[in-house]
C-alpha cells in the first residue's frame, strides 16, 4: 500500500512538473474613448464638417490573443501566437471573414533564435517601430501619413517564414519571407524583409527593409490587406520601405529619431510616388504615473506619374501626448495630432487614423480615452 501511495506521488510530481512546463496567455488591450477631427470632407469632395465619435484603438488598436509556449527539452520550445483585432465601440471584428487578422503563426523557438510560419509582421515593423512615436508611445494618430512605411503595421505577411535570432551582446537580427502561394506566380505576389538592431544602456539603433510585391492581388498571397493608402490615384503594385533610427534613455527620458523612406510603383509604366519621412519624438516621466511626449515628422512625396511627372507635395505633423496611470494596466490619456500639407498635385491631407482627408490643407485631431491590458 505504501509503494503504491509512493508510487501515485512521484508519478503526481512528474505530471504536474510536465504541465508546468507548458502554458497559454491570454491577453489583449481595449482602448476606447472620444475624439474630435477639425476638418473631414464630404463624400463628394467637398465641405468643412467637424467630427465627434465615440471611438476604438486611439493609441493601441484594441485586440485580444492567445500565446502558448510549451518546452519541449535541450533548449528547444514550441511557441505560438494567435491575435485578433476588434472595435470596442460597437464590439465587431477589425476584419471580417478572418479569425486573427492581426497575427497568427507557429514555430520552434531554439538556442540559437526563433523559427516561426504564418501571418506575421515584417522587419520594419520589429526594429523601426519601437524608435518611433507610433509604435512606441503615442499610437495610431501619430503614424506617417498613410502609414506609408508599416510603423503602425497596416501591412501583415501572410504565408510568411520568419527567423527572429537571439541578442547577443545587444545585437540582433530578423529575417522573413512572405510566399505568394500560386502556381507559376513564384513572384506575382510575395514579401521579403530584413531588419537589424542593437541596444547597449540606454542606447538602441535599428535598420530594417520591406519589399512586398502584388499589393494589387489580394487572393491567396503574401499581401492580401491591400495597398497602402498613397494618397495619389491609383493602385500601387510594388512597395519599397528602408529606414534607420535610434533613441537615447536617459533617467526618466527618451528622445528618438527615425528616418523612413518608401517607393511605391503603379501599374502603368514608371509611375511612382516616393515618401521621405523624418521623425524627431521625445517622452518625459514627470513622475511615475505621468508622462508627457512630443513628436514632430516632416514628410516629403515626389511624384512621377503620366498626370504629374514630377510633382512634390510635403506635409508637417505635430504631436502631443499625455498619459496617466491608474495602475500597471489601465490608464487615462489625452492628445492632439496636427497635420499641414501643400496643396496641390492631388495628394491629400490626413492625419492617420481619421475617417476622412481633410477638405483643405490641414487636418487637427484631438482625442481622450482610457486603455486597460490584460
Partial sequence: MKKTLILAAVAASFASAAYAQSSVTLYGVVDAGFTYVNNEASATGAGHNPAYALTSGNVDDSRWGMRGKEDLGHGLAAVFTLESGFNVANGQA?????????????????????????RQYDSVVDYLGPLSAVGSWGGTYFAHPGDNDNGNGSLRINNSVKYQSVNDDGFSFSGLYGFSNQPGGFASNRAYSVGAGYENGGLKLAAGYLQAQGLDRGANGAIQDGAPDTGVAGTATKQRTWGAGGSYTFGPAVVGAVFTQSRFQFALGDDSVR????????????????????????????????????????????????????????????????????????????????????????????????????
Avoid at 97 to 117: D, H, I, K, M
Avoid at 277 to 304: D, H, I, K, W
Avoid at 322 to 331: E, K, N
Fill in 275 to 374: 515618401y521621405s519621412n523624418y521623425e524627431v519624438n521625445a517622452r518625459y516621466n514627470l513622475t511615475p504615473a505621468f508622462s508627457l511626449g512630443a513628436a514632430y515628422t516632416y514628410t516629403q512625396a515626389l511624384q512621377r506619374t503620366s498626370a504629374t511627372p514630377n510633382g512634390s507635395s510635403h506635409w508637417n505633423q505635430f504631436g502631443l501626448q499625455s498619459g496617466y496611470a491608474l495602475s500597471r494596466r489601465t490608464d487615462l490619456y489625452a492628445e492632439g495630432v496636427v497635420q499641414v500639407g501643400a496643396s496641390g498635385n492631388g495628394v491629400d491631407t490626413q492625419v492617420f487614423g481619421t475617417d476622412a482627408p481633410a477638405s483643405g490643407r490641414n487636418q487637427v485631431v484631438v482625442s481622450t480615452g482610457i486603455r486597460h491590458r490584460f
Fill in 94 to 118: 477589425e476584419a471580417s471573414g478572418r479569425s486573427f487578422n492581426r497575427q497568427a503563426f507557429a514555430g520552434l523557438s531554439t538556442p540559437y533564435g526563433t523559427l516561426t510560419l504564418g
